[in-house]
């Protein structure tokens, strides 16, 4: 983890949020190469569950949402987290994340405050900042950020950041549908910011104040619900191939009753096999009519769903598939980090380090290399480039001996390197090198564009 960490601030993916000013705890600015990363990620997703399908559509809501809306999804009254706070260095901690821990795979979503207390007294847990056992009793607090609109607090009732983007889909269900004219089973996806205010063990962008997330909420007629949760729950699974996250790292764990949320009849996590345990990657969540019936009755707005084939009218059932895009991003980079011993020229033994992306989110899909910083080869691989940059997206580096920026681009991901070399003055063709084999291959300038698009599809 550490050394992930370290390549993220070193190349550019992760920078600590505010860090000239020292910092503002668990919060992270993206570098230009974990932007890439994170739009590229998330263009998958939206081609995989929504341009590919015809029964997916998507929307982009406010984050602000008129505080109705978390009343009456159950957020205001019912989205809260346990905290304890050490008498001796004044930390605060998440009481569940203190004990699983200390304790490892116990699950204690869904215990009081009290009891959770008791389990904390009587397995003697320390404090993991100061070793001391000194401390308050579990509390709860709500995890949703409050603010207001308008000039002075005091004339305004507040508003809150979102907890989570879900609610945008359900408030926007019947204009979707009206303006669609989609039939159930349909879905509509969205993806965007959300915001809790919790407390948050360290574990450098895995759970953060402010995080990306992708879901959908699919609506679907009762009776049809156990049949389209199997089939999302596969689908998420095909989707990890997709990104690149292997399935040998993860699992499906479903929640126990005392776990499960507010809302929801039935929840499985895909949990993911970090180097601090096993944590919840994806989340699949049956919804049930929870959230469409508890707007419909707190906003007085008929959001029922009238089918013309049985000519009955009801509240659509929901299936949620969840997905992280901070979370993805952090997993995506855990699964592709891979160091390997290799030989030079010289017979030298090296570590090379190469994060091994799938081409189809990394940064850089291949450089463009010139050997020598020679006026004619600088010259022909800017028109490489220029013939390239329509179609892929490229670095161009021309900085250090051509065996650094091969190591510099296997450490950030790229693909392929594209050398120009003396040679190809003459014979008009370039090196085109793997970054997973180190192979290279003499390729025409004529074919290039050809061979590059078949390459970084596979």
Request: one cysteine or more; charged letters at 30%.
């Amino acid at each position: 983890m550490e050394k992930v960490v370290s390549l993220c601030k070193r190349r550019g993916f992760v920078f600590q949020g505010s860090e000239i000013y020292g910092g503002l705890a668990n919060t992270w600015d993206l570098g230009p190469l974990g932007t890439e990363l994170k739009n590229n990620i998330f263009q998958e997703w939206w081609k995989f569950f929504v341009h590919k399908r015809r029964d997916v559509v998507g929307i982009d809501a406010a984050i602000f949402m008129n505080p109705r809306v978390w009343e009456a999804s159950g957020h205001v009254s019912n989205f809260n987290d346990a905290q304890i706070d050490c008498k001796q260095c004044k930390k605060r901690h998440r009481a569940d994340h203190l004990i699983e821990d200390a304790l490892h795979d116990i699950k204690v979503e869904g215990l009081s405050p009290e009891d959770l207390t008791k389990i904390i007294q009587e397995n003697d847990i320390p404090c993991p900042d100061c070793g001391s056992k000194n401390f308050t009793d579990v509390r709860t607090f709500n995890l949703l950020f409050q603010t207001h609109i308008g000039p002075t607090a005091q004339d305004n009732e507040p508003v809150y950041l979102r907890g989570e983007i879900a609610q945008g889909m359900f408030v926007n269900f019947k204009n979707v549908l009206n303006t669609t004219r989609k039939k159930l089973p349909f879905g509509i996806a969205s993806a965007g910011k959300a915001f809790r205010n919790e407390i948050t063990p360290g574990n450098f962008i895995f759970r953060t104040l402010e995080f990306d997330l992708m879901e959908f909420e699919y609506f679907v007629p009762e009776d049809q619900w156990k049949k389209k949760y199997d089939y999302w729950l596969e689908e998420m699974n095909k989707w990890l191939d997709v990104v690149g996250i292997s399935r040998k790292n993860t699992r499906v764990r479903e929640h126990t009753q005392d776990e499960l949320s507010h809302y929801s009849k039935r929840t499985v996590d895909i949990e993911y096999n970090t180097p601090f345990g096993w944590k919840e990657l994806y989340g699949l969540a049956y919804r049930t009519d929870f959230d469409l019936r508890n707007h419909m009755e707190k906003s007085g707005q008929d959001l029922t769903y009238f089918d013309q084939q049985s000519g009955e009218k009801f509240i659509p059932h929901v299936i949620e598939p969840t997905f992280g895009l901070s979370r993805t991003l952090l997993m995506v980079l855990l699964d592709a980090y891979t160091e390997e011993e290799i030989e030079d020229a010289k017979g030298n033994k090296e570590t090379r380090t190469v994060l091994r992306f799938k081409p189809a989110v990394a940064p850089f899909k291949a450089a463009v290399l010139p050997l020598m910083k020679k006026p004619e080869l600088l010259k022909k691989s800017e028109e490489v480039f220029d013939m390239l940059n329509d179609t892929i997206v490229l670095d161009y580096d021309s900085t250090g001996s051509i065996g650094k920026r091969y190591r510099r681009h296997d450490e950030i991901g790229t693909p392929y390197a594209i050398t120009i070399d003396f040679d190809t003055l003459e014979d008009n063709a370039v090196t085109v090198r793997d970054r997973d084999t180190t192979k290279q291959e003499r390729i025409s300038l004529d074919t290039l564009a050809d061979y590059m698009a078949e390459k970084l599809s596979q």
